[in-house]
């Protein structure tokens, strides 16, 4: 799932920047459908992970800190990155990131309580989705709640240095409840899943909230995708037990859902439309998930491709808002290409610098609880009556 991971990070990096050469079929999913998808493969990965790596004794401490440790090094990297060059652009070319503009007109006035609760989430990654249903008054410098943040003169997460990185806030809601909901039974799973779109359906009918942020940035309602996934985990488990992923399949399902990502932009309309905020590409992703992991979970080159898409989201807004202040008709006409190389070069450096460095400590903490496990039964063993 490697690859679709990465052409889903870069259909990302297509909304924000613009497709390569024009070209509009390469936005592929654009934004909310790559963001949406990937909420389906992190609940089919945190089920895989939470059932047969991160269980017993101490299983949650070891599943957090692995979890942190691939998250925040690499976005504490980037958002020095960000603050560095906001800082080095503005004095050596006079190219202002926005992040920089907004601190330094209003940063200041800012009280106390105001600007803690808009720094915060910089640095802990903790709340940046929250910040997207508040707006900050100018003025009065107070923040307030907001339906509809497109309508805001000022909009809180213009405060964010690393914006895109609300859907890692948003993951990270789901990590602490992962644990107690992706080992449920598949019935218990579906029937939360069923509530979440419930709910998603009630707010937009009820009280007509039916567009951004309420579309795929509502942690509530995008839950049911994440357990989608975990489901598509459970469904993988089950044929895999009975010998009934077959090669083919996996490969079929592979080259369908890829085909998806490429072409969903010459897809017909109605294919493209989310109904409730819900894309089709994201259902058929869960329904296919089982057979596309069969096939390509044990492919070295799928795997570093995907690893690849954390460190592409990552870094893209950057090179976007960089981008942003060049105006040379050359430039201007190769934005897309241009960005997708710098994000994808860069990506590669961030990965070996920072994320391939991180990885061993993971492999030792999901080692220990291993090996834990192990000394635990062995214990039980004894004391069992003969």
Not at 163 to 191: C, D, H, K, N
Not at 247 to 254: D, H, I, K, Q, V
Not at 316 to 331: E, K, N, R, S
């Amino acid at each position: 799932m490697g690859l679709l991971r990465l052409l889903l990070a870069l259909a990302v990096v297509a909304a924000h920047a613009g497709p390569p050469a024009g070209l509009s079929w390469l936005r592929m999913t654009d934004g909310p459908a790559s963001v949406q998808c990937f909420y389906v493969i992190s609940g089919f990965y945190m089920a895989l992970i939470l059932n047969e790596k991160y269980v017993g004794p101490g299983s949650y401490g070891a599943f957090a800190k692995s979890r942190l440790l691939r998250l925040l090094p690499m976005f504490f990297a980037v958002l020095v990155l960000t603050i560095a060059t906001a800082f080095v652009l503005r004095a050596a070319a006079g190219i202002e990131l926005a992040p920089l503009t907004t601190w330094r007109e209003h940063g200041a006035q800012m009280r106390w309580g105001e600007w803690i609760a808009l720094a915060l989430p910089n640095l802990t990654i903790v709340g940046q989705d929250l910040l997207l249903f508040f707006g900050v008054d100018p003025t009065a410098n107070t923040i307030y709640f907001t339906a509809d943040m497109h309508g805001e003169p000022l909009p809180a997460w213009r405060f964010l240095w690393v914006p895109q990185a609300w859907t890692i806030g948003l993951e990270l809601m789901f990590y602490s409840l992962a644990p107690l909901l992706v080992r449920r039974r598949l019935s218990v799973v579906l029937l939360l899943a069923a509530g979440s779109i419930v709910l998603r359906v009630w707010l937009m009918r009820h009280y007509r909230i039916g567009h951004d942020p309420w579309t795929y940035r509502f942690f509530p309602t995008e839950l049911a995708l994440f357990l989608a996934g975990a489901a598509a985990w459970r469904v993988w488990r089950w044929l895999g037990a009975r010998d009934l992923l077959r090669p083919w399949a996996g490969r079929l399902a592979t080259a369908t859902v890829l085909g998806l990502v490429l072409a969903h932009q010459l897809m017909p309309s109605q294919w493209q439309s989310a109904p409730y905020g819900m894309p089709p590409l994201a259902a058929v992703v869960a329904l296919l998930l089982p057979f596309v992991f069969q096939a390509t979970q044990h492919s070295k080159l799928d795997r570093a491709l995907g690893e690849l898409s954390y460190p592409v989201y990552l870094l893209h807004y950057l090179w976007v808002m960089a981008a942003a202040g060049i105006t040379a008709p050359w430039f201007v006409r190769h934005r897309g290409e241009l960005v997708m190389l710098a994000v994808l070069l860069s990506a590669l450096v961030l990965w070996h610098l920072v994320g391939r460095r991180f990885e061993p400590a993971r492999q030792r903490l999901g080692s220990r609880l291993a090996d834990r496990a192990v000394g635990h039964d062995a214990g039980l063993g004894q004391r069992r009556p003969a």
